[in-house]
């Protein structure tokens, strides 16, 4: 499966945006979906993952209570509501899927895979 990702921008401390990816093809909903992000100089990370299967979410501590994921099974994407946002979420937002708990997903897949991520969507936090 192909992804799209779209909604990235300049937004100031504090403000909001709204991420969405769309699949170029079905995503079972044991399939986990999953946002991640890469900052300049460092590792691609697991931000928050999602399986509809069994309803099971998770998300990176450095974004609870701010991030939530959520996606529409009809339309193959998945979407990522950013609130409170802060420079240190600045980077380049990708979505993925896989056959994987939310777990492996956000953790173990963003270190395994190098290849085959999407052009992302690039989010800059800044005065």
């Known amino acids: 499966v192909q992804f799209v990702e779209s909604g990235g921008g300049l937004v100031q401390p504090g403000g909001s945006l709204r991420l969405s990816c769309a699949g170029s093809e079905f995503i079972p909903d044991h399939y986990a979906l999953g946002w991640f992000r890469q900052a300049p100089g460092k590792d691609r990370e697991g931000v928050a993952c999602l399986r509809s299967s069994d309803g099971t979410i998770y998300y990176h501590d450095s974004v609870k209570g701010r991030f939530t994921i959520s996606r529409d099974s009809a339309k193959n994407s998945a979407y990522l509501q950013m609130n409170s946002l802060k420079p240190e979420d600045t980077a380049i937002y990708y979505c993925?899927?896989?056959?994987?708990?939310?777990?492996?997903?956000?953790?173990?897949?963003?270190?395994?895979?190098?290849?085959?991520w999407g052009q992302g969507t690039q989010v800059t936090v800044s005065s």
């Open positions: 993925e899927a896989d056959q994987l708990s939310v777990l492996a997903m956000c953790i173990a897949f963003p270190i395994a895979e190098d290849d085959g």
